[in-house]
């Protein structure tokens, strides 16, 4: 268990900037999410804290203690790859106890904490296994056991779910959690799926072009994000972006509220919205639509996706034309150049 | 009505016709093999059946009729012969020494090729030159190295005081690299290092190249240093590979006779024949063709033995 500081951090390659300049501190103990899509330095990020690229600037420690320069067998960070890179030539067992091997561990140790990683990850029936003979979960939990087999300080997890199928990915999801309450090891897990984030982590770090947009808990990403990047990212579908006259209005989807159903609230914004055409997603509906009348900008006419959170078909029908309103408590402001988050009460006075 | 539609349906040009045939694997494979498949009947089987038949005839270059069947007398006339031990040894030796030798270097060269730094390029290039070398040029440098007066190593070590009236080896001011048994044959080994290591660098570079990049980072975050990565991550993964550097490095330099025909002719004596370069004096020089082409034909199920197996276990290591 340990706590991750990163100060100012930066990595270019040549002109290329990866990581331009990352604040960070986690939790002791907790789940933290790097999010962002493709492109975005999280990858970069996490091998900077492994070793296994040395910042261009900026300063690492772990519990205090500055990483630069320590050589990755040196920093007691394990890691799981996207690719979970198990060795090809070894049984299963000797992969899981190469960590323990490579760090000159007494050998009964090492049976024991075989014994203990093969009970909590159900693996035992693998140990004779090569790694070529092993499913995708299976993989999985392999790489997840030789990683935690020698309580490492930090876990660095890349895109764990990515090479699953759809099918056993929530199930693996799941595990990932439980394992995680079990054995509190501060992690932090890449990911450019929200889904995986939102469901997972105790905290979320969203990142794009290698600079930290907001770190936060998944609700205060989602009912509070920091900036337009954060809103038009986080949720699916995101947040409609609306352009007012003097700020960026964001709106979830789920708040859109037919005027006549409005309960008695302050009103932030009314629009009349002519619905395009409807999508049924079981639980919910999605409803998509033009703005026609509503914005200062009369000739702009953007597109905004609703939600009906109800199974049963809308009374709002496609080619109709409905008044929406949305109510000052829902709504989130930006400022127009910079995208970043404005207080109410600035809204109001101008 | 039928038949004509199906007519005209059909290429009537000459082009379009072969264009129609090249399309069909049997005719279009047929016609790419067919240029290998001759070469290797024109110059590796013909030759090599001539070979056999030579070997249990009594052909001589001046009666080069294959007409009596001598069955095995060749073969044991050989083997009585005081030089075909020591060729055998020298053949054997020379090609272990220098896999051997081969094995370590490349892998060792392949570690530094496949890290970034600068000059990378040029060291590239350098590892390269001794096998663009014309073999002509490389056998000057060589000769000139070597030589028993003139070698600049020599220059060097006397200027070091090694060599000369003083230096721990010898009184002489020459070492005599190709004129005693021991320096004779690890001068060959030497020069054959020299010219094959190119060649095993690049099998085993590729080899190298086509192992992830994660693995080793994964085995480095393991806690793994350069020596546990190396023999229990690298090798491992690249033993296939080095399997058919083995291979082609040993049948290169059992079958190579220049090194020998260029550095020493066998001499002092028979003290570095070699079987290749043996054959060579008996049958062209002395014109025995059925005693050349039996010591030739000598270490033929040897090798054919070694290769299936060797390219069956690189076959078994590389599926897995």
Not at chain 2, 261 to 276: S, V
């Amino acid at each position: 268990m340990a706590i991750l500081t990163t100060h100012a951090l930066k990595k270019h390659y040549g002109r290329i900037i990866a990581v331009d300049g990352v604040d960070m501190e986690t939790v002791d103990g907790e789940l933290l999410a790097v999010l962002g899509p493709s492109g975005s330095g999280k990858t970069t990020l996490m091998r900077l804290v492994a070793g296994l690229e040395e910042p261009s600037s900026g300063k690492l420690y772990i519990d205090g203690h500055p990483i630069m320069g320590v050589p990755p067998r040196k920093r007691n960070i394990a890691m799981v790859f996207q690719s979970y890179a198990l060795y090809p030539n070894m049984t299963v067992r000797d992969n899981i106890l190469f960590p323990l091997r490579a760090r000159k561990i007494a050998s009964d140790e090492q049976k024991r904490q075989l014994e203990w990683v093969t009970e909590i990850l159900e693996i035992a029936d693998l140990l004779d296994r090569r790694p070529t003979r092993l499913s995708g979960g299976q993989s999985q939990r392999v790489a997840l056991a030789r990683a935690m087999v020698r309580t490492p300080d930090l876990f660095l997890f890349d895109e764990p779910l990515s090479s699953l199928d759809a099918q056993i990915r929530s199930q693996a999801r799941g595990e990932l959690r439980e394992l995680h309450d079990r054995t509190r090891i501060t992690t932090l897990y890449v990911t450019h799926d929200q889904t995986e984030a939102l469901g997972l982590a105790d905290r979320i770090m969203v990142m794009e072009k290698g600079i930290v947009h907001q770190i936060g808990t998944p609700q205060q990403l989602y009912y509070d994000p920091a900036d337009t990047f954060v809103a038009g990212f986080i949720g699916d579908p995101p947040m409609n972006l609306l352009q007012l006259e003097n700020a960026i209005i964001g709106v979830r989807p789920e708040h859109f509220h037919l005027a006549s159903e409005a309960p008695g609230k302050e009103i932030a914004l009314e629009l009349e919205i002519e619905v395009e055409h409807l999508e049924f997603l079981g639980a919910e509906w999605l409803i998509y639509g033009v703005v026609r009348r509503g914005l200062p900008q009369q000739h702009q006419q953007p597109r905004v996706i609703g939600r009906l959170r109800q199974a049963a078909m809308p009374t709002i029908g496609t080619r109709e034309t409905h008044h929406f309103v949305v109510t000052k408590e829902d709504a989130c402001f930006f400022d127009s150049n910079t995208g970043s988050r404005l207080s109410e009460a600035k809204v109001a006075i101008a | 009505m039928k038949e004509g539609t199906v007519a005209h349906d059909r290429p009537t040009g000459l082009m379009a016709r072969m264009a129609l045939a090249l399309e069909r694997p049997r005719v279009l494979g047929t016609l790419m093999l067919a240029p290998a498949v001759l070469y290797v009947v024109a110059f590796v089987a013909v030759p090599f059946f001539i070979a056999i038949a030579l070997s249990v005839s009594d052909a001589t270059v001046g009666n080069p009729q294959i007409d009596t069947f001598v069955g095995l007398d060749n073969f044991i006339s050989v083997i009585s012969q005081d030089a075909f031990g020591i060729a055998l040894r020298n053949s054997l030796l020379i090609t272990t020494l220098t896999v051997l030798i081969l094995l370590v270097l490349a892998t060792t060269a392949v570690e530094l090729l496949a890290r970034e730094f600068r000059g990378k390029r040029l060291v590239q290039v350098l590892f390269m030159i001794p096998w663009a070398m014309p073999v002509a040029l490389s056998a000057i440098t060589w000769l000139w190295l070597l030589d028993s007066q003139y070698s600049p190593i020599d220059w060097v070590l006397v200027q070091l005081g090694l060599l000369g009236p003083d230096g721990p080896f010898g009184p002489s001011r020459n070492m005599f690299y190709l004129g005693r048994e021991w320096l004779a044959i690890g001068s060959v080994v030497f020069v054959d290092v020299w010219r094959t290591l190119p060649l095993a660098t690049i099998i085993v570079l590729a080899g190298r190249l086509s192992i992830p990049r994660e693995r080793i980072e994964q085995a480095q975050l393991d806690g793994a240093g350069f020596f546990r990565v190396l023999f229990r991550i690298i090798i491992p993964a690249l033993a296939p590979v080095l399997t058919v550097a083995i291979l082609f490095t040993a049948l290169l330099v059992i079958g190579e006779m220049s090194t020998i025909a260029l550095l020493t002719r066998g001499g002092p004596g028979h003290a570095t024949q070699i079987l290749p370069y043996w054959a060579y004096l008996k049958g062209i020089n002395s014109g025995d063709l059925a005693q050349g082409a039996a010591i030739a034909l000598f270490l033929f199920p040897v090798l054919l033995a070694a290769a299936i197996v060797a390219l069956r276990f690189a076959y078994r290591a590389g599926r897995d």
